[in-house]
């Protein structure tokens, strides 16, 4: 500020030996105006760029609690299309039948979609045919015993986390069809899609596995923490990210949900108007 002025002096090539007072008192009031509206500009810049970094974690946690949401009605969804495959008379037939093969095979047909990855029948705890991905369900139907009809749960073995529910076969309490559903890619970008920003699953298990440490554990175990959420720039990728712990009704963790959103969008924004 002070180069300014001095600057405008030599444009002006003022002689300040013979400078009256006036002079002086004009030049006095004109830098004491310049400061005052230098600071005010900078002080108006920073609280533009706070409000845009509010912004930008407001709209990242939007996304990520959307994106849970959608989670949860996911596993209603699993939840009546179990109940339709487990009321059907053919099924429950050759469930009486007995015969393994062919409830696989019917499993095939009528449970696994572009949703449902995979399913699985058990009689008095016992597994009778199963469709599908492959997964541990011995493992998980034990797992799940206290979560009720829809169920979350992260196996032991494999990638992916998963959510699911479980429906009576008939009137036979003693009968069960189990679906799952993966917190795999494929659900990611179903999440992406809808929310508007990029979603990522994560396995707790895998989590916890992981010894690396940077800026996303630290996210995530803040949103551990805090049991519902965390949200954070990180400068060092350009982005705003959001971490959402998902946890089955006994409280178990099960996944962490990550949102993130580019900065570089609500950046340019406020640049544009900083440069104005």
Known sequence: MLSRIQQLLDRLQLDTSRASLGMWIALINVAIVV?????????????????????GKSRVQLAGAMAREDLRRYGEDALTQARTVAERPTFQRLLADRRAVTIGAYLRRSCNNETIASCAVFERGALVAQAGVPLPWTEIEVSIAEQGERFLAAPST?????????????????????????????LAATL????????????????????NVDDFTRLHSAGLSDGRSAVARIDDLELYAASFPIFAS????????????????????VGGLVKR
Request: aromatic fraction near 6%; avoid cysteine.
């Open 35 to 55: 400061l005052l509206v230098g600071g005010i500009s900078i002080s108006a810049i920073g609280s533009l760029r706070d409000l845009a970094d509010q912004q």
């Open 250 to 269: 006994t409280g178990e963790a099960i996944a962490l949900l990550e949102a993130r959103l580019p900065s570089a969008e609500i950046d340019a924004s």
């Open 192 to 211: 992406s899609e809808r929310v508007g920003v990029e979603v990522r699953l994560i396995n707790y298990r895998r989590f916890v596995e992981d010894r």
């Open 158 to 186: 494999g990638s992916w986390a998963l959510l699911g529910a479980s429906a009576q076969v008939g009137g036979a309490t003693e009968r069960r069809l189990y679906v799952a559903r993966l917190f795999d890619e494929k």
